[in-house]
């Protein structure tokens, strides 16, 4: 069992810019995949980016391509996400998943114009 606790979220303006972190309870943490979701209002849960165990390679979707960056430090069992340029579209909760089983609480983080 994994428990995940995402830390970060919060208010901010258009163009603003938050991280944030996710830690894992777990001794084997660098030898978990991570990624980031995150589901706006009325909206589908939807991916967002991914890191390998290393963190040597990560994607991104699309639309934060470019904005948010994703990165992990294994020492400290902590996982990141740096969001960049923020757009009110951004606004979400954003949930921290490990190998596509485990999933943290969400944390809000809103956009506002």
């Known amino acids: 069992q994994v428990q995940l606790v995402e830390l970060g979220g919060g208010l901010v303006q258009v163009g603003g810019s938050l991280r944030l972190s996710c830690a894992a309870s777990?001794?084997?943490?660098?030898?978990?995949?991570f990624r980031w979701f995150r589901r706006a209002p009325g909206k589908e849960r939807e991916f967002v980016a991914a890191i390998s165990r290393s963190g040597s390679w990560s994607t991104y979707a699309d639309p934060v391509k470019g904005r948010f960056t994703i990165s992990r430090d294994n020492a400290k069992n902590t996982m990141y996400l740096q969001m960049n340029n923020l757009k009110v579209e951004d606004t979400a909760v954003y949930y921290c998943?490990?190998?596509?089983?485990?999933w943290g609480q969400g944390t809000q983080v809103t956009v506002s114009s």
């Open positions: 998943n490990a190998d596509e089983r485990w």
């Open positions: 777990t001794r084997a943490f660098s030898m978990l995949e």
